[in-house]
């Protein structure tokens, strides 16, 4: 890979993880080996640390063996020592029979031990202890996934100088999920301890930010965890923030195009009896990759005489994983009974309709089975991400074969053009699998050729970008002020845009009349606790400024605030439109223009009244409940629960000033721990289009995060761009993470439009 050497800043980098890339083997003879370890996570970031070279620190896979460092081409390998009771309580104990069951939905039932929890610490502390001796001034230091939770915060202890990155590659769970474990402080501490914590989904980084609100009441600011000064300690930031995870596109690309890889997948196909369908699965043996669902599915089609066993063949590679954890051993069983009795009840002397293969592979035979796949069918009930799904698709330059991925796979947030399936839905399932067979090569062909943009547009060299970008950032934050307070959050530097984006940016960049709306809150200014102490991102400030002063700009400023409201952020909007209350209030538009785009009168008596009336019954009502801040607006009134301590309480005052408001005939609109009540109906879709009526005809680019916002994106044409801001459902077709990438998708199209470049520290 091309383009990673100056990513760490010449610093060294440390990986830790709980295995090393390469497992130690042993064959009967007494000869060790070393073969490639399971899993997603050496995938992916092996063809990094391939290219940059590293210190690699980990189990090298075999009990009680102490070894001493050893270098495969640029990794310099320590192993660390696991005994047999390390393994039995800290790896399939408290690793995979606590945290992965929990952190997959509950899948299977997590067992909580003290004896399995204080081995994890234990061993923790071991990882922590190995890296603290190795890791030379100022490193990077960047610790995988759920075995070492605790290993930031330990580290941080031992080496204040080290830059520490975490990635988890699973799931973090919802914070409901999470608040089971009894140690749930202790690792959301021990997470803390890192400058940067990565995270595969939006919904990941969402619901750790939220955890960790809950149980260390560290504010997020947008992505940013703000961690209080403590008497050892002056404050910082954390970025937690997803970077979905990716493949070495290319890399498997060209395997895929080797004439003996093209050959071996026609030879697997005759050595298969040549039949009109090939279905593959490859997965680990795990309990969340949903292989007996698909068995089940694959069973009652051939059952139902819906496939055909003569001329349908499925491939299930199932490489063996955790085989003395319970639960995977059950799993064993019971697949391996399954694939006896569907061959038992469907197959015929020298023909078998299911293939089911218990060992790994080289790469080169993973390959050549996706080109010899005509389905790939991914199915977890639960996945961080599944880089099977992402090989085949980039492995089929043929444009042919058709993906079926799990909607419960982070992969699915990519690859959108997969048969999309519920594989709890058993029937929804076998109809997935029975379309697949039987797609039209043409529809194969659009469908194929989009999953791989998808993969290349986000391959892995695009993913260590914007990750050790981050981390990069964070060391460079840490040597400007060491040891001191950081006082920009460290995203501010890194955000990146996704590529998407920046194509119709480009474009929009090129037009001569141009309409660029946003939202306030939650958008170009981070949510915080306070309405009254929001801010606008100074980069979104200067770059918004630059594109109003380029001949054939206009920006507007859609918000739910008041225009007071609005004027207490100190937001400078001179030359702007802006309309606050939710479209009620617009200023800013010239006579000849406002003439265009008449705002509603004053209010009647009648709505007078009925406002006082609604305000007297709210300030009664909730004016005294702690936390509770009501907003008196032109045309209604908000009522704001950012500050009621328990979140739980909070909801239930909303539901009530809902029903409240909704009684007295307000309109209501919901947002983000606020509910606003208005006698009169406007949207901020209405207003957009007054404003866009009164102006030259020109596309429209909004940024909203909010469900007021979604009137906005309603109204938007082909040529205009909507761009969500943070999680969530939406009608926008494109989305951004945070503020701070909303801030850089305007700073872009201000560089394009202007040439002039406003840097992630603009001043504002
Ligand atoms: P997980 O990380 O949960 O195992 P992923 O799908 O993200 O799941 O990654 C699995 C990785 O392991 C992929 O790179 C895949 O090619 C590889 N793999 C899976 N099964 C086998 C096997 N039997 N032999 C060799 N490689 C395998
Ligand atoms: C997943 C996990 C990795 C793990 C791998 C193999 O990919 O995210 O952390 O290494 O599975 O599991 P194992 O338990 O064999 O290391």
């Not at 390390?86 to 509950?106: A, C, K, M, Q, R």
């Not at 090129?510 to 991102?537: C, E, H, K, M, N």
């Not at 859609?558 to 400078?572: F, M, P």
Request: proline residues 6%.
């Amino acid at each position: 890979m091309t383009g990673m050497q100056d990513m760490t800043g010449g610093r060294e980098l440390v990986m830790v993880s709980n295995r090393l890339p390469v497992d130690r083997v042993v064959d009967e003879a007494g000869n060790t080996s070393w073969r490639t370890s399971p899993g997603g996570l050496v995938t992916a970031v092996e063809p990094i640390v391939q290219s940059l070279g590293c210190v690699w620190v980990g189990w090298a896979g075999s009990a009680g063996e102490r070894l001493d460092p050893f270098d495969i081409d640029t990794m310099h390998l320590v192993p660390v020592e696991l005994s047999e009771e390390d393994i039995e309580l800290y790896y399939e104990g408290f690793s995979n029979g606590t945290l992965w069951p929990l952190y997959h939905d509950v899948i299977a039932q997590p067992e909580y031990h003290r004896e399995w929890w204080d081995r994890y610490r234990k061993v923790n502390r071991r990882f922590a202890e190995h890296v603290a001796e190795v890791a030379s001034e100022g490193a990077i230091v960047w610790v995988h996934d759920y075995q070492l939770q605790l290993v930031p915060a330990m580290l941080r202890e031992l080496r204040p100088d080290l830059t520490i990155a975490f990635f988890l590659h699973i799931p973090f769970p919802p914070s409901r999920l999470f608040a089971q474990l009894p140690w749930r402080r202790k690792i959301v501490e021990g997470l803390l301890g890192a400058d940067v914590i990565g995270f595969q989904q939006t919904t990941d980084a969402v619901a750790f930010r939220l955890t960790v609100e809950r149980y260390t009441r560290a504010p997020a600011l947008g992505n940013t965890i703000m961690i209080p000064e403590t008497a050892d300690a002056p404050s910082r930031t954390v970025l937690a923030q997803e970077f979905p995870i990716s493949i070495d596109a290319e890399s498997f690309a060209a395997t895929a195009r080797r004439p003996e890889i093209i050959e071996r997948a026609r030879r697997i196909r005759e050595d298969l009896g040549d039949p009109r369908t090939v279905m593959l699965g490859v997965d680990r043996l795990d309990y969340t990759k949903g292989i007996r669902h698909r068995l089940k599915a694959f069973d009652e089609l051939l059952a139902d005489g819906e496939i055909d066993p003569t001329d349908t063949v499925f491939v299930q590679v199932a490489s063996p994983s955790r085989e003395r954890v319970d639960a995977y051993r059950q799993l064993r069983d019971e697949v391996e009974g399954t694939v006896g009795r569907v061959n038992g009840a469907h197959g015929t002397i020298g023909r078998a309709p299911l293939v089911y293969l218990h060992r790994g592979f080289s790469r080169d035979e993973m390959v050549a089975l996706y080109l010899a796949a005509d389905v790939l069918l991914v199915t977890p009930l639960r996945d961080g991400m599944n880089l099977v799904a992402k090989e085949y698709a980039v492995c089929r330059a043929d444009d042919r074969g058709v993906l079926v991925l799990s909607e419960f796979a982070g992969a699915a947030d990519e690859l959108r053009d997969a048969l999309l399936v519920n594989p709890h839905d058993i029937e929804g399932l076998k109809a997935a699998i029975v379309r697949a067979a039987h797609m039209p090569e043409e529809e194969q062909r659009r469908r194929m050729r989009r999953l791989r943009r998808a993969v290349y547009d986000n391959d892995v060299a695009h993913w260590a970008a914007g990750y050790l970008g981050a981390v990069q950032a964070a060391a460079e934050a840490k040597q400007a002020e060491p040891g001191g307070l950081v006082t920009e959050p460290v995203q501010v530097m890194t955000s990146f845009v996704p590529r998407s984006i920046e194509d119709r940016v480009r474009r929009l960049a090129a037009l001569p009349s141009l309409l660029i709306a946003t939202d306030f809150d939650g958008t170009v200014a981070p949510i915080v606790s306070r309405p009254q102490d929001a801010r606008i991102l100074s980069r979104a400030q200067r770059a918004l400024d630059v594109l109003q002063e380029s001949g054939g700009v206009r920006v507007a400023l859609l918000t739910g605030r008041s225009l007071s409201g609005l004027a207490e952020t100190g937001v400078r909007s001179e030359g702007w439109v802006v309309s606050g209350s939710h479209g009620s209030e617009l200023v800013g538009l010239d006579a000849a223009e406002a003439g265009q785009a008449p705002v509603d009168g004053p209010l009647t008596d009648a709505e007078q009244q009925a406002l006082a009336r609604v305000t007297r019954r709210f300030e009664r009502i909730f004016g005294s409940e702690p936390g509770v801040r009501l907003e008196i607006k032109p045309f209604g009134l908000a009522m704001h629960t950012r500050e009621v301590p328990d979140p739980e309480q909070a909801e239930e005052l909303l539901a009530a000033a809902v029903v409240l408001g909704e009684a007295e005939g307000m309109h209501v609109r919901e947002g983000k721990m606020v509910r606003e009540f208005s006698v009169r109906s406007s949207d901020k879709g209405t207003v957009l289009q007054r404003i866009r009526a009164a102006l030259p005809a020109g596309p429209v680019l909004f940024l909203g995060d909010d469900v007021t916002d979604e009137d906005v994106f309603r109204v938007l044409g082909p040529d205009d761009v909507g761009i969500k801001v943070g999680p969530g459902e939406t009608r926008a077709g494109e989305r951004v993470p945070d503020p701070h990438t909303a801030a850089a998708v305007l700073a872009l199209l201000a560089e394009l439009r202007t040439g002039i470049v406003i840097g992630s520290s603009a001043p504002s």
